[in-house]
């Protein structure tokens, strides 16, 4: 399974990439506003420096809902660099999009989904990335991972090569399910990736083998 990791914080990628288990990276409004990232160079400059750091695999997603909107911003960012994957909403004009750039050879995160069916559609247009957000799901009571083993059995029925990629992930159950179930990419905050080292054995452990050694050495 690949580790991408959910924000634009360039520290916590550096951090991340550093561990040397990171596969990729998630961006989206939000996350950019969140940063202070503003204006059209200065987001396009941060998408750069993201690039810089990580190997492949940087989505960076369209704010036009319009079909020429999407083909004229999705070319702009696919120029950038070629980690580019260029991030689509799951809309109408989206899927058109997604088809679009398929033919071109451009890869695209096809993103706010929240049904198989919109899955489904993703996937037919060409989508390198289906992105279903569990959290969100699982925030007005549906069960989010559900939707993760509904796509994944459906893509693997027909042989699908769009990669199940499960966002909104809030906590490790999460993550660690979505491997259970098949989910080919996760994208998660920092602290969900780095909560998977949490183990109180392993710290009361290690803390055994250390005072272990240091009284056979007599320190
Ligand atoms: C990733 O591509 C999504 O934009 C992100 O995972 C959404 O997460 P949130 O529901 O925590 O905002």
């Not at 409004?29 to 750069?48: C, F, Q, R, T, W």
């Amino acid at each position: 399974m690949k580790f991408f990791i959910d924000t634009a914080n360039l520290a916590e990628i550096r951090e991340a990439y550093d561990m040397g288990i990171l596969d990729g990276v998630t961006t989206n409004p939000s996350l950019m506003a969140k940063e202070g990232i503003s204006g059209d160079a200065n987001v396009k400059a941060h998408y750069k420096a993201i690039c810089n750091i990580v190997d492949d695999k940087v989505s960076a997603e369209v704010i036009a809902t319009d079909y020429e909107g999407m083909i004229r911003e999705g070319k702009e960012l696919a120029k950038i660099d070629d980690k580019i994957v260029v991030k689509i909403p799951m809309i109408k004009e989206g899927i058109k999009a997604i088809k679009y750039f398929h033919s071109e050879g451009i890869r695209t995160n096809c993103t706010l989904v929240f049904s198989s069916g919109q899955a489904l559609l993703a996937a037919k247009a060409g989508a390198s990335y289906v992105s279903p957000f569990i959290g969100r799901l699982d925030d007005i009571s549906y069960d989010g991972l559900e939707l993760i083993a509904q796509i994944v059995h459906i893509y693997n029925n027909y042989g699908y090569e769009t990669e199940v990629l499960a966002a909104s992930i809030r906590h490790t159950m999460h993550l660690i399910k979505c491997a259970e179930l098949g989910a080919d990419v996760v994208t998660c905050p920092l602290k969900v990736i780095t909560g998977l080292l949490k183990h109180p054995l392993t710290d009361s452990g290690l803390a055994q083998f250390l005072a272990d050694h240091a009284k056979a050495a007599g320190k």
